[in-house]
């Protein structure tokens, strides 16, 4: 059902460069009458970030086509223009409602807009600037907000680091004056707990807003919801001033 949608849509809108591969196949047998919309296409693209060097096994999060980082929406500078691409292509198509598509749209980047103020004042004065991430999903976050994203190996939900890869990290947190290291929000408790205990530093969790669950949905969240919330534990993890 999800692939005859593409028959009859007017516009397809979607994240390009493999990142959703069984969309681009489907567009690739639409209708040439479907307008493709590709945000990658729309943004300023960012190589991925090095691992942490020391640590053993790969990088928790996604490359793409010419070691693409594809986490563009976890910017709020890079959604706003993300928000005017996909208006103007709904202007362009349906001339008619076009005033309509800008009245939404400036009520959503309305938000937005704060959003990304928010970041830049909360973000300004910090003790730290970097940022130690198992999921390598934060460095267009760290580019717009002047600070460093290092992705660590070796931390996954269902394996727990080896000693080398402990050693590392705790080297890099003494060396940067690193307080606080941020795992994905799925990394469960208890290695959470022997992360923390093994390096002596707090830890916490960043939602890569990968998807919301209907749960999240009926619950009222939303992604500036979700990005606020990241918002406050960088704040706490990097002791910024607010």
């Not at 086509?65 to 223009?81: F, Y």
């Not at 918002?231 to 990097?238: N, P, T």
Request: charged share 25%; proline share 5%; aromatic share 6%.
């Amino acid at each position: 059902a999800q692939m005859g949608a593409f028959e009859d849509a007017d516009v397809a809108i979607y994240l390009g460069r493999g990142f959703q591969p069984q969309v681009e196949a489907a567009l690739a047998n639409s209708p040439e009458s479907v307008t493709r919309l590709d945000l990658l296409g729309t943004v300023e693209l960012l190589g991925v970030d090095e691992q942490l060097a020391g640590t053993d096994g790969e990088v928790d999060g996604e490359v793409l086509e010419g070691d693409v980082d594809p986490h563009v929406w976890l910017d709020p500078s890079r959604m706003i223009e993300m928000v005017d691409a996909i208006t103007a292509t709904f202007s362009e198509i349906d001339p008619d409602n076009a005033a309509t598509y800008a009245a939404n749209a400036d009520e959503y980047l309305t938000d937005l807009r704060g959003l990304d103020s928010e970041y830049r004042e909360s973000l300004a004065e910090c003790q730290s600037r970097v940022i130690v991430t198992s999921h390598r999903a934060f460095g267009y976050l760290a580019d717009t907000y002047g600070l460093r994203q290092i992705p660590i190996a070796g931390i996954s939900p269902d394996v727990e680091p080896d000693p080398r890869t402990l050693e590392a990290i705790a080297a890099e947190a003494k060396a940067e004056g690193i307080t606080t290291i941020f795992l994905e929000s799925i990394a469960p408790p208890d290695l959470a707990e022997t992360i923390a205990r093994e390096i002596g530093a707090e830890l916490d969790l960043l939602d890569p807003i990968e998807g919301l669950t209907q749960d999240q949905l009926d619950a009222g969240e939303t992604y500036a919801s979700i990005m606020r919330d990241n918002l406050q534990r960088l704040e706490a993890g990097l002791g910024c001033a607010g």
